[in-house]
């Protein structure tokens, strides 16, 4: 009975997360009851926030390119490092243009160096073609030292005419709402925001702090209902404003802290022991008083800034600060200083100072824009071009300082470029030479995987540097060397591309592939469940169920992981079924066959997968393998084709071993096999 029930459990368990799952496959199945239950009870349930799959250029339509490049000036050596520069900065031009999920591959074929450019999503060759463009472009630039240019008297008077005009249409907005005019309606013919004009310049709650905090003031001024008395004039425009509604949400404090850290609490640059930490914050404790928190804090608080803030915490609500803080805060009163309380920053003494109820207003805004000097007079560009540029560069790589060893970047110019360079860094001793590869960084300099045009990796001029030899120093990392290194080879080594192949996939196109792909599995599904029901009976019912199951789980993975699916990508998955029924085919097989002999049937089922298991391995395993090969050495299509048909393979193990095993120990009663056997497919024994 133990056992039934352990089976039982495990059942369940898989079952609900079956469901779950299939609710993130196919969250329609939830979304459509919800927007009805909404729709009718004038409820706001939220609806499930769909993961999409990732589809292919094949299925989501798009232009598929390859460029053959001309390494011919190349040495064989540097060749390979140049084709992957030349990647990185075609990567880098279709990001700016926003593509989603862009591939691109370089690959050698018979010698010659190609490069494959798939964009899903863009199905104009024209503009495609021109977004990737030619050879990269390198550009040495200096500070630009020119004194910015003023306002001239005609620009002024334009600035000054235009503000005007936009006072003058606020005030005629304001006495028009103010005289009974609907604030909606008012949104909509003087705004200058299109957002507003749809929402009626509802902008949502707004509190002392958080977003559009500047207008709570306002708000808190205003009686419901009503609009703010005057204009409300920002350097950015002019606000009308709205009170809608109106709410107490909670509570926050205003609170000062002293806090003594020790070596290993989190943020602690101090090397004092935890047991001294604990003395000295005791000692303080005797000592400290509301009426001296301040002045304790600004001399013996370990946190920086503290000896200049007295460890003042401004105002925050619940879940801003560490729990154990908040917990002790929140329950003390105002005036009173804590006890010793530990979190991971150290330990801390409080002195609450203020609590009062949040506050919250939900606003409206009627915005009309104003010109300020920079809408006339764009800001100086920090950088100017040099003479300077990739044509002058003959080759950049990774090298080490001798006496650090620190990682940088080696630079050679030719005769000219050593001249020019030479011209450029005795001016700019102290200062900094920028360098860009197509208007933009050859580097993430910022750290935070976004590259715009004010990002460049600038190095700095220590002395004039003559023979046209120059390192770049100060690099974070060898991988931030080695793509430095790249970028500016790509840059400046001739390496053109010429377009050899072009293919557009329209999305209608896409669409009706995926129709007939999944028309196709689902015929070959229902073939497959008969036949496995009619020749097997109870194991095959039992066996489309976990197929099932199966289908659930790895349309999760492709979402999770998430995979790029293509139409061999479907195929692969479509194949994986067969292998998942395979397996089942041969556990039954081997399952008939004990019963036969007259094994219990309990014993049979064990049996029967114990010695199936090692012909399902070996032929997973060897397909496993061949996946491996075509994802490690295959073009993009092959590679889909063997992702899917390896995560399938794995999951039809999973399906056949466990799910299809524990099912029919849930099904099957040992006690009643005599009268059950011809569900197997085997007759009865006569015994």
């Known amino acids: 009975m133990k056992k039934r029930s352990k089976v039982r459990l495990s059942i369940i368990f898989i079952l609900v997360l079956a469901v779950l799952l299939g609710v993130v496959d196919f969250p329609a199945l939830v979304d459509k009851p919800i927007e009805s239950i909404n729709a009718k009870w004038n409820k706001n349930i939220p609806t499930m926030k769909e993961l999409p799959f990732h589809l292919g250029l094949d299925l989501q339509g798009g232009t598929h390119l390859v460029y053959e490049a001309d390494t011919s000036k190349i040495e064989d050596g540097d060749k390979g490092e140049s084709m992957e520069g030349v990647r990185d900065v075609i990567e880098r031009r279709v990001n700016a243009f926003g593509?989603?999920?862009?591939?691109?591959?370089?690959n050698k074929a018979k010698g010659n160096w190609r490069v494959i450019v798939e964009l899903a999503g863009v199905t104009d060759v024209k503009e495609a073609i021109k977004m990737i463009g030619e050879t990269p472009l390198l550009e040495f630039k200096e500070e630009n030292r020119e004194p910015a240019r003023e306002l001239t008297i005609e620009e002024k008077n334009e600035l000054a005419s235009y503000n005007k005009e936009a006072k003058t249409k606020a005030q005629k907005a304001l006495s028009e709402i103010k005289d009974g005019k609907d604030f909606a309606e008012a949104v909509k013919e003087y705004s200058d925001n299109d957002v507003d004009k749809e929402t009626g310049g509802d902008i949502g709650w707004v509190a002392m702090q958080g977003e559009n905090v500047e207008l709570f003031e306002f708000a808190d001024q205003t009686q419901l209902g009503q609009v703010y008395k005057n204009l409300i004039e920002k350097d950015e425009g002019i606000f009308i404003v709205k009170v809608n509604d109106k709410r107490e949400d909670g509570v926050e404090v205003a609170a000062n802290h002293l806090l003594v850290c020790y070596e290993g609490a989190a943020s602690c640059a101090n090397d004092t022991s935890k047991e001294d930490a604990l003395n000295k914050i005791?000692?303080?404790?005797?000592?400290?008083?509301?009426?001296?928190?301040?002045?304790?804090?600004?001399?013996y608080s370990t946190e920086p800034g503290a000896s200049e803030g007295g460890g003042d915490l401004g105002y925050f609500s619940e879940g801003m600060m560490v729990k154990p803080f908040e917990d002790v805060v929140f329950s003390q009163e105002v005036g009173t200083v804590s006890d010793v309380i530990e979190t991971d920053f150290g330990y801390h003494l409080i002195f609450k100072t203020d609590e009062r109820s949040v506050?919250?207003?939900?606003?409206?805004?009627?915005?009309?824009?104003?010109?300020?000097?920079?809408?006339?007079?764009?800001?100086?560009?920090?950088?100017?071009?040099?003479?300077?540029?990739?044509?002058?560069?003959?080759?950049?790589?990774?090298?080490?300082?001798?006496?650090?060893?620190?990682?940088?970047?080696s630079m050679e110019f030719n005769k000219e470029g050593a001249e020019l360079f030479a011209d450029i860094t005795e001016r700019n001793v102290g200062k900094n030479i920028a360098i860009f590869i197509d208007g933009m960084s050859p580097i993430d300099v910022t750290g935070d995987g976004i590259i715009n045009q004010y990002d460049y990796y600038a190095p700095n001029v220590n002395e004039k540097i003559s023979g046209g030899k120059a390192v770049i120093t100060g690099i974070e990392n060898v991988e931030k060397a080695k793509e430095l290194s790249r970028s500016l080879n790509a840059?400046?080594?001739?390496?053109?591309?010429?377009?050899?192949?072009?293919?557009?996939?329209?999305?209608?196109?896409?669409?009706?592939?995926?129709?007939?792909?999944?028309?196709?599995?689902?015929?070959?599904?229902?073939?497959?469940?008969?036949?496995?029901?009619?020749?097997?009976?109870?194991?095959?019912?039992?066996?489309?169920?976990?197929?099932?199951?199966?289908?659930?789980?790895?349309l999760f993975l492709f979402k999770l992981i998430p995979v790029t699916l293509t139409l061999s990508g479907i195929a692969g998955f479509i194949l994986s079924i067969g292998m998942a029924v395979d397996a089942n085919v041969l556990i039954f097989e081997r399952l008939k066959e004990e019963l036969r002999s007259g094994k219990p049937l309990g014993s049979a089922i064990d049996e029967g997968f114990r010695r199936a298991w090692t012909s399902i391995r070996d032929g997973n395993v060897s397909t496993l393998i061949t996946c491996f090969i075509l994802a490690w050495f295959g073009t993009s299509m092959i590679q889909g084709f063997a992702i899917t048909l390896g995560i399938g393979v794995l999951m039809s193990m999973f399906s056949a071993i466990v799910i299809t095993r524990l099912l029919l120990k849930l099904f099957v009663n040992p006690d009643k096999q005599s009268s059950r056997m011809w569900l197997f497919g085997v007759k009865p024994s006569k015994k």
């Open 359 to 409: 506050t919250e207003y939900k606003v409206a805004r009627l915005f009309i824009n104003k010109k300020i000097d920079t809408d006339i007079l764009p800001p100086q560009e920090p950088f100017i071009n040099t003479e300077l540029s990739g044509a002058h560069l003959e080759k950049a790589s990774v090298s080490f300082d001798q006496n650090t060893s620190a990682v940088q970047v």
């Open 282 to 299: 005791n000692e303080l404790k005797e000592q400290i008083s509301s009426e001296n928190f301040v002045a304790m804090a600004k001399e």
């Open 99 to 106: 593509v989603s999920e862009p591939i691109v591959q370089v």
């Open 491 to 554: 840059g400046a080594l001739p390496v053109p591309i010429n377009l050899i192949s072009q293919q557009t996939v329209g999305a209608s196109l896409g669409a009706e592939s995926i129709a007939k792909s999944l028309f196709a599995g689902m015929i070959g599904l229902i073939l497959v469940a008969l036949f496995m029901i009619l020749f097997y009976r109870l194991p095959g019912l039992l066996a489309v169920i976990a197929l099932i199951i199966y289908g659930i789980f790895i």
